[in-house]
Structures are given as structure tokens and as C-alpha cells.
């Protein structure tokens, strides 16, 4: 089932975790309200390409952080989003196996409770990155936590479909929580232990 399971949770989750990004960038107006579009983009273009002439990250200590990602001809960026796209479904592909290895380990329980546990770490993870960006480049609050949400979010989505693509592919006499086929709980395992 591992191998199976693997190959398998990894396009799902990817698949989960693209529909929520497509749904939160394009549908919702979350992303819409933590950037705001440079007016005059051609002087402005022209004045960063001056002080910054590679493609990076460059900072100034009076509160400047720039991302410069140039095309060689300065074309529009946004025109190569099915590039992007793709780019980014592999990334979710490699976010997708590391979900579905740690669901491998979360198997017990129910689904949503193992989805609460992968937007648990989702959280962690969000916060030590975003909320950093914050403290050391400026990063706006709005910024933080319509990211932190969206990797939350994202994640508890993917714990959905992971855990029940678990239980359903579960390996014939052995269920999910360690129980052999055929043999009753001597408990209900998502009950507490009677004393």
C-alpha cells in the first residue's frame, strides 16, 4: 500500500492544493488586497533596473526590499503563467509526497482530526516564515496572515483528501488503526480509555 499510496496521496494532494490555490488567488479577493500595482511601472522599471541589474533580492537599511526577477527583453511577466502553473504543480507534487508521508504516520484517528493535525503544522511552518518576513523585511500584516491562511488552509484541504484516500486504500486485514481484520477494538480508539 505504501508505494501505492504515495504516488497516488502526492497527485491528490498536489490536485487539492492546486484547485485551493487557483480558488484563492483568481475567486476570492484575499491576494488582491496585499499588494498594491505600481502606476507608473516603465520609470519605475527603469530606476530598479539601475540599482539593482541582476535578477535577486536586494535590501537598503532605510526599509527597502526589492525582488527583481527581469526578463532579458523586460516582456511582461504574467504572460508566461502556464509556465508558472506548472512549475508550480511540481512544487505541489513534492508538497503532496511530503503530506502523504506524514499522513502515513497520522493514521489513526479520524479524517478530520488528521487534517487538523497537517494544518496544525501548516501554521507552525507559516508562521516562523511569514511571520518573520514581517519582523525582519516589513512584510505587511495583511500580508502574513492572508499567506499564513492560504497555506492553512491549503493544507487542511489536502489532509482531507489524503486521509480519506488512506482509509480507502487501506491494505485488506488491516485497518487504520492497527486493528487486525476481523478482530473487534477492545476500544473505541478515538475514545478516551475508561479507567
Given amino acids: 500500500m505504501n508505494a501505492r499510496y504515495m504516488l497516488t496521496g502526492a497527485v491528490a494532494a498536489a ?7 487557483s480558488v484563492s488567488h483568481m475567486a476570492l479577493p484575499l491576494h488582491d488586497t496585499t499588494m498594491t500595482m505600481i502606476t507608473n511601472d516603465t520609470a519605475y522599471v ?21 525582488i ?8 511582461d511577466q504574467t504572460q508566461a ?30 479524517v478530520l482530526s488528521r487534517a487538523g493535525t497537517l494544518a496544525l503544522l501548516a501554521l507552525a511552518g507559516a ?7 514581517g519582523v525582519w523585511f516589513g512584510f505587511t500584516t495583511r500580508f502574513v496572515m ?9 493544507w487542511f484541504l489536502a489532509g482531507v483528501v489524503l486521509a480519506l484516500l488512506h482509509d480507502r486504500m487501506a491494505v485488506p486485514g488491516m485497518r487504520s488503526d ?6 473487534l477494538p477492545s476500544r473505541d480508539p478515538l475514545q478516551p480509555a475508561r479507567r
Fill in 68 to 75: 527583481v526577477n527581469f526578463a532579458p527583453d523586460l516582456s
Fill in 127 to 133: 508562521l516562523l516564515t511569514r511571520a518573520s518576513d
Fill in 15 to 21: 490536485v487539492a492544493l492546486f484547485v485551493w490555490q
Fill in 81 to 110: 503563467i502556464g509556465t508558472r502553473l506548472g512549475m508550480q504543480f511540481a512544487v505541489n507534487l513534492g508538497v503532496g509526497l511530503l503530506l502523504a508521508l506524514a499522513m502515513l504516520r497520522l493514521a489513526a484517528g479520524s
Fill in 46 to 66: 527603469e530606476a530598479v533596473r539601475a540599482a539593482a541589474p541582476t535578477n535577486g533580492i536586494y535590501f537598503a537599511p532605510r526599509g527597502v526590499l526589492t
Fill in 146 to 154: 492572508v499567506n499564513t491562511l492560504d497555506l492553512v488552509v491549503g
Fill in 178 to 183: 492497527g486493528v487486525k481484520g476481523g478482530e
